[in-house]
């Protein structure tokens, strides 16, 4: 009978634990949505922006403003450090979501094998200009889970959809300049 009564304590523990933990965890999750939110605010007001669509991702704000045709972009690089990049669609010549794979060695030392494995999904900014491409992270294994990646694919979708019509619309009206 005393076996019973201290699995029952110890299991009691462990739950405990596990879910001090992961409250913790929530709270600091909620936290850095917090600040990143209030960030991503104050630098659309700055520039003067509304937004009509934005995504929260895991360390990214994404927001855009449809009538002024600007994508406001915020990525968490460290706890106190941020980077926003303000893209105006006029300037960008294409957006495609790509998967992105990498090689991962599933054999022994003599039947080497290599798998793909996906590494990450963003969403690629090409510009008129030929400078470098803009990165969005929508999934990132070592961020994300696995069970979160059709989700966020198929927000990546939605926005690759979203803007490229803006960018279709864009051309038209160039063209008829």
């Not at 700055?46 to 855009?64: A, M, P, V, W």
């Not at 030392?109 to 900014?125: G, M, P, Q, S």
């Not at 994300?144 to 959809?161: C, P, V, Y």
């Not at 051309?171 to 008829?176: E, H």
């Amino acid at each position: 009978m005393s076996t019973v009564i201290v699995a029952v304590i110890l299991i009691s523990v462990i739950v405990c634990i596990s879910l001090f933990l992961v409250s913790l965890n929530n709270r600091h999750t909620q936290k850095t949505t917090t600040a990143l939110l209030a960030l991503f605010s104050r630098l659309g007001t700055e520039n003067n922006l509304s937004f009509s669509s934005q995504e929260i991702l895991e360390n990214c704000i994404i927001g855009l403003d449809g009538i002024k045709r600007k994508l406001l972009i915020l990525n968490k690089i460290d706890n106190d450090k941020y980077e926003s990049i303000l893209l105006a669609l006029d300037e960008v010549k294409g957006c495609s979501k790509k998967k992105v794979y990498r090689s991962v060695n599933i054999g022994s030392r003599k039947k080497e094998k290599f798998e793909a494995k996906l590494d990450k999904i963003v969403l690629v900014f090409d510009f008129i200009d030929n400078r470098q491409p803009v990165h969005v992270l929508f999934f990132d294994p070592s961020n994300n889970h696995i069970l979160t990646m059709s989700d966020l694919e198929q927000k990546a979708n939605n926005w690759e959809a979203i803007l490229l019509r803006l960018l279709n619309t864009g051309v038209k009206k160039i063209a008829y300049k």
